[in-house]
């Protein structure tokens, strides 16, 4: 259990996902959820570039949000609009997420990891952390990197003293 929980949204970006079907969101809440985070909500949003951006700026504007996992839409089909939606959002990138997680990746599924555009990043005391939507990337994503990264006690560095405090 985390020293100081943080508050997290989990955003589903999906055009065919229910709340009965959404295997990746269920992963990501679960995962929060043991470490002792609190998660604030949990939406399905369209794979579309101003639903998903109204999302997050919601998220973003909202003083009891802390970070926002989403899953989905970091592929290259015409329906993959995360990159394009959340990245204009973002004051600082955090590019390092995107190069260790297709590196973890890399064990897991080969070379297919560079079909990944995942992506982290951090707006008005947010911390934003864009994983495709599937299960296990979703559990490599947490497991492997944001478990330590939204964890107080991680040394030698974490991101919890960038974020706002509710």
């Known amino acids: 259990m985390v020293a100081d929980p943080v508050a997290i949204a989990v955003v589903t970006v999906s055009d065919t996902r229910t709340e009965t079907t959404d295997k990746s969101g269920?992963?990501?809440?679960?995962?929060?959820?043991?470490?002792?985070?609190?998660?604030?909500?949990?939406?399905?949003?369209?794979?579309?570039?101003?639903?998903?951006?109204?999302e997050i700026s919601a998220h973003?504007?909202?003083?009891?949000?802390?970070?926002?996992?989403?899953?989905?839409?970091?592929g290259f089909t015409a329906r993959d609009n995360t990159l394009k939606a959340v990245k204009p959002l973002l004051e600082e990138e955090i590019a390092g997420f995107g190069e260790l997680f297709r590196q973890l990746s890399y064990?897991?599924?080969?070379?297919?990891?560079?079909?990944?555009?995942?992506?982290?990043?951090?707006?008005?005391?947010?911390?934003?952390?864009?994983?495709?939507?599937?299960?296990?990337?979703?559990?490599?994503?947490?497991?492997r990197i944001i478990a330590e990264q939204l964890d107080s006690a991680h040394k030698p560095c974490n991101f919890v003293d960038k974020l706002k405090k509710p």
Not at 60 to 74: H, S, V
């Open 26 to 54: 269920a992963v990501l809440v679960d995962s929060l959820r043991a470490a002792g985070h609190r998660l604030v909500c949990k939406s399905i949003v369209k794979d579309d570039v101003y639903l998903l951006r109204a």
């Open 60 to 74: 973003l504007a909202n003083a009891d949000i802390q970070a926002i996992l989403t899953t989905g839409g970091t």
């Open 107 to 143: 064990a897991e599924i080969g070379s297919s990891t560079i079909q990944s555009r995942v992506f982290a990043g951090l707006a008005n005391g947010t911390i934003v952390f864009c994983l495709p939507g599937s299960p296990g990337a979703c559990r490599t994503g947490w497991d």
